[in-house]
């Protein structure tokens, strides 16, 4: 069964901290592809990244980075300086490659509050 | 303008009542998904659609109905609704065209439904 597991429900930090969600998946299938998505208090899901399990490095973008290891089937995401705009439920997400289905298993997600 | 509509964006009903919840995008996407988000579940899909012939049920789909008018539209109905259904629903877009697959997927905005 595919399973994503976010272990953390809610963090709460205060702005500047470093912060870091952890994300950890289950799945048989080698190919398979990891999101994340952010989910302000106004309630939309913005898109963050998307990962193939082919592709290991890690990414930067700005203040954001991501950290995916097949070996302990994590795919973890880092806040660095944050900022009180960064308060969110984040969501980690898994779609599998099946007969170019893209359906995506959530986890339940990481409420994050950064204090000032 | 948004390229994910849905309405209504909020939604209060008895239980017992038929009520619809539309999507409609203007991405040109052919793939289209409905999920449910709980507080502490995060995000299941309840049904999804390839294309206007091709309807899916998803993790969730019992006592949910869909229909897919046209590339652009997708409904989501509650046949007889019922106070577990209470809920916010998100219509999602994803293009397996565009040379990559495993897109991301594009949210609406939500609909907040209650069931009284």
């Known amino acids: 069964a595919q399973k994503v597991t976010q272990a953390q429900t809610e963090i709460s930090v205060v702005e500047k901290e470093d912060v870091t969600l952890d994300c950890v998946y289950e799945?048989?299938?080698?190919?398979?592809?990891l999101f994340w998505y952010k989910q302000p208090p106004s309630g939309e899901l913005v898109f963050l990244i998307r990962?193939?399990?082919?592709?290991?490095q890690n990414e930067i973008s700005g203040r954001y980075s991501w950290n995916f290891q097949k070996s302990t089937s994590s795919f973890n995401f880092t806040i660095t300086a944050s900022q009180v705009v960064d308060s969110a439920v984040y969501f980690c997400a898994l779609s599998l490659a099946q007969g170019g289905s893209e359906k995506l298993v959530f986890g339940k997600g990481t409420k994050l509050t950064v204090n000032p | 303008d948004a390229d994910v509509t849905q309405t209504p964006r909020n939604r209060i009903t008895k239980t017992g009542k038929r009520i619809m919840l539309e999507c409609s995008q203007t991405?040109?996407?052919?793939?289209m998904y409905w999920y449910r988000q709980d507080p502490g579940l995060g995000l299941r899909l309840i049904y999804y659609s390839f294309d206007v012939k091709d309807i899916n049920k998803g993790e969730i789909s019992d006592g949910y109905s869909v229909s897919r008018q046209a590339q652009a539209k997708f409904s989501l109905s509650l046949e007889s609704a019922i106070p577990n259904q209470t809920a916010l629903y998100f219509c999602a877009t994803s293009d397996p065209y565009s040379g990559r697959i495993h897109n991301e997927q594009f949210f609406g905005p939500g609909t907040r439904l209650t069931v009284l």
């Open positions: 799945t048989r299938d080698t190919t398979y592809y």
């Open positions: 991405k040109g996407h052919d793939r």
């Open positions: 990962r193939n399990s082919f592709d290991e």
